[in-house]
């Protein structure tokens, strides 16, 4: 009897002491919880400042990219409506090899029903080739924006302290450190989906990087380069330190 009174007895005592230990500790745990989060976020870059700056690398980033799909269609159009004169007036210097073209050394053509002048036009077709990733000039545009803001807020492009807060020369050297990171990492997408879509797919692979590749991502350095200097010299930014 006297053992189930002491039970009844300590049984609350035990209750306040778990509530006790409880509550010292939870202070404790949300502390640590706490230092752990902010030593995460420390590894992180600060979030960009300058929406000026943001919106007017999107804006001109989808027009380039854009301009640039939509000047290339319209020059293969061009070229496959013109005759073999057209084609050396729209392309002097032989870029497409329209003004020389032959078959392949394997083509016999007393074996085949295929005439000549059917493989010739097939093979003065111009067209202008591009990676799946930079195919379309809604994917391209996307792809290079994202990439752009990836690598911009990395590199501090963002911030005011290197945008309109600081001198024109330091933020034309702050683009072109973020374009080289966005170069690297896009070179890497176009070789990827190369890969990737003539394995899925069994189709050929254009064998890395197209001329038009190379001159869409290679270009863009001096539209966004233009687009920051000048925002720089309208904010007075030739005049700061």
């Known amino acids: 009897m ?17 509530v006790t230990m409880t509550k010292l ?7 640590h919880m706490s230092s752990s989060l902010t030593k995460k976020r420390d590894l992180l870059p600060p979030p960009p400042e300058d929406k000026i700056t943001i919106t007017g690398d999107v804006i001109t980033l989808f ?31 032989n870029e497409f ?24 036009a097939v093979l ?18 996307t792809v290079l924006t ?16 290197n945008t309109l807060s600081c001198h024109t020369s330091r933020m034309v050297w702050v683009t072109g450190k973020t374009w080289l990171m966005t170069a690297v990492i896009m070179v890497g997408l176009a070789y990827s989906s190369d ?20 001159n869409f991502i290679f270009d863009s350095s001096t539209v966004l380069i233009f687009w920051r200097f000048l925002v ?8 700061k330190k």
């Open 63 to 93: 027009l380039y990219s854009f301009l640039d799909h939509g000047v290339n269609e319209m020059y293969s159009e061009a070229l496959q409506t013109s005759d073999m004169t057209s084609f050396k007036s729209l392309d002097p210097y």
């Open 124 to 141: 003065s077709e111009p067209h202008i080739d591009h990676a799946p990733v930079l195919q379309t000039a809604g994917l391209s545009s």
């Open 232 to 239: 720089s010299i309208i904010f007075g930014g030739a005049t």
């Open 146 to 161: 994202g990439v752009w803001l990836i690598c911009g807020w990395f590199s501090g492009a963002f911030l005011f302290q």
């Open 97 to 120: 090899g329209t003004a020389s073209i032959q078959l392949p050394v394997w083509f016999d053509g007393l074996h085949t029903l295929i005439q000549k002048e059917q493989i010739l």
């Open 2 to 18: 006297m053992g189930k009174i002491l039970t009844l007895f300590l049984m609350p005592m035990q209750t306040v002491a778990f």
């Open 25 to 31: 500790r939870s202070p404790s745990m949300a502390l």
């Open 195 to 214: 890969i990737i879509v003539s394995n899925c797919l069994h189709t050929w692979p254009l064998g890395g990087l197209t001329k038009a590749d190379a």
